[in-house]
């Protein structure tokens, strides 16, 4: 920008910060204009890329809404989670993030120095994924009309020439590889709410996953993906199971848990399976190539834990199976309702 950033007056967000005055232009100015650095003030984002003249690239594109409680949690905060979430969503399918765009609502006397603080998460974990925040919006409530920060994000992507993923292209044999520890962030959160007293402090998985995911795909063949938020791992295998028609089993030994989720599990009843992640996913590849794709991912920060936890099956199409410690089998279904709420 040529003219002056604008500074804000207030040390709380309120109903003229979303009246379309000279309150919210000191708002957006002063807190996110600051922060994002876009190219202009523009009602649109104007984008160009050299990937996108490639023969047979293809554009992704996704959104998502964050209501995380709390705002802030070990390891990540709202913002930090609104990035890395869409751009994970992108990765997983085989694009390479490069453009999101990030709406707020924000409640009436909201600190300021909050917003900034979820606003500089955003910018720094926008910075780690490479892609850049280039358009958005704020709206304000009235107090008690939301809680605190909602955040909507949606995100652009370029799938590259002949990179083409998706569940249904899963076939028996295929092994099923997992980057990391499972239910970081649903453990973290809910020890965050401090509503059990828990002593524990349980950091969040959150962390963008697109080079790990550039990195596989360049390396090997990857079949399908998914990142295990909402749902855990249980669900995103279940998603998979369905769309491919085959079944999946996995081996309750080989799953990556800290010793603390599993404890906090144990105390609350919750099962690990369905606990969410926001830095996990699970991609399938061929079994001849499970052990180039592990070396791969070991290789980078994201993938360091990465470990097979299982196979698709010709057997019991569509479904998931454990084989427990006990060495038996359980079904693992899709989850019902939600073990957290608020988690993302």
Not at 101 to 120: C, H, K, P, Q
Request: net charge negative; charged share 20%.
């Amino acid at each position: 920008m040529n003219q002056p950033i604008r500074r804000m007056k207030s040390d709380t967000v309120t109903l003229a910060h979303g009246g379309g005055g000279k309150a919210m232009r000191d708002l957006i100015e002063d807190v996110f204009v600051s922060a994002f650095e876009p190219d202009g003030m523009e009602d649109q984002a104007r984008l160009t890329d050299a990937a996108l003249a490639e023969p047979g690239a293809r554009l992704a594109f996704t959104t998502d809404g964050f209501v995380v409680s709390p705002l802030e949690f070990p390891g990540g905060d709202i913002g930090k989670i609104a990035v890395c979430g869409t751009v994970n969503d992108l990765a997983v399918g085989g694009a390479r993030p490069l453009w999101l765009s990030a709406a707020f609502i924000i409640e009436e006397g909201t600190d300021v120095a909050l917003l900034r603080r979820v606003v500089a998460s955003m910018r720094a974990a926008a910075a780690e994924a490479g892609v850049r925040i280039v358009t958005g919006d704020t709206k304000v409530v009235e107090r008690g009309s939301a809680d605190g920060i909602f955040i909507t994000t949606s995100g652009v992507g370029v799938i590259p020439p002949g990179r083409d993923l998706a569940a249904e292209k899963v076939r028996p044999g295929d092994v099923a590889i997992v980057n990391g520890v499972l239910g970081d962030h649903g453990a973290a959160i809910l020890a965050a709410r401090g509503d059990m007293a828990l002593s524990v402090e349980i950091p969040s998985d959150c962390r963008p996953l697109n080079a790990l995911m550039e990195a596989a795909c360049d390396a090997v063949t990857v079949r399908a993906a998914r990142d295990a938020t909402r749902g855990g791992l249980a669900s995103a295998l279940n998603e998979i199971a369905e769309a491919a028609g085959c079944g999946i089993e996995i081996d309750e030994i080989a799953l990556p848990l800290r010793t603390e989720v599993k404890g906090v599990c144990e105390i609350l009843g919750l099962d690990p399976l369905y606990l969410a992640n926001e830095g996990t996913l699970v991609l399938f590849v061929p079994e001849a190539q499970a052990d180039a794709a592990l070396a791969v991912m070991r290789a980078t920060e994201a993938g360091a834990g990465a470990v097979a936890v299982g196979r698709a099956t010709q057997t019991h199409p569509g479904r998931v199976v454990m084989q427990t410690v006990f060495g038996g089998g359980r079904i693992v279904d899709m989850l019902v309702g939600e073990q957290l709420p608020r988690i993302c």
